[in-house]
Each structure stands twice: as C-alpha cells, then as structure tokens.
C-alpha cells in the first residue's frame, strides 16, 4: 500500500495498492484491521495518489497515455472522469473548496488554483 491519506471525517485510512500491473483504492478502520478493496479495477490503470474532495476520492491516473484526475465514489467505487487533458495533470490536493494541481500544458508543469466558484 502506499499514498495513504486520512480521512478525519470519516475516521478511514485510504491508500493505492497495486497487484498484476493495476491500481486499486483500499479502504481501512483508523488502524486498517479492518479494510476493503473499493475498486476492483482489471485494466491496468495506474494511479499515482489520492486525496479527499467532498463524498469522494480525487485520484490522478493513467489510463492509456497522459496523467488525468477522476473521481472514485466513496460507496461504491465508481470511476467518472473529473479532468481530462491531451497533456499531464497531477499531485492535486483539495482544501477548504479549493483544488490545486499541477498541469504541464506548456511543457512545463505550473500550479494551479481552481475555486468552487470558478
């Protein structure tokens, strides 16, 4: 396992784990006696890190080429697309209604701050 996070609300240890070439999100109690497979993904996806944002899980990925950002539902482990690009988006953190990414549009990765309102 690695990448874990806290989840203080919810009082869980999410963390990335990785077996035959594919990344899965497992879920754990506060000292992970207790845990579950969220996702049960078999296509080879590779997912770098994951943060809290809101009900979900924010994970930056790679399905077949670029680094892109999706959202994993917390209940039921479903994928959806959250920010796709042709280039690479990564190592985002959610704060106080508050995402901040890096992107490499431009051939070098810059920061980001995207607001709720915005």
Known sequence: L???VFD???NKIIAINTYD????IVVGNSNFSEYEILTNFND???????????????IDAVR???R???LVN???????????????LRDHEYVNGTLIYSDDKTGIYNLYMKNKEK
Do not use: R
């Open 21 to 24: 070439g594919t990344s899965n």
């Open 2 to 4: 690695y990448s874990p």
């Open 8 to 10: 203080k609300e919810n």
């Open 74 to 88: 917390s209940i039921t482990g479903e994928l959806s697309e959250f920010m796709i690009k042709p280039w690479d």
């Open 44 to 58: 080879g996806i590779q997912i770098y890190s994951v943060s809290i944002y809101n009900d979900a899980y924010l």
């Open 68 to 70: 892109d950002l999706y």
């Open 64 to 66: 077949n080429h670029e």
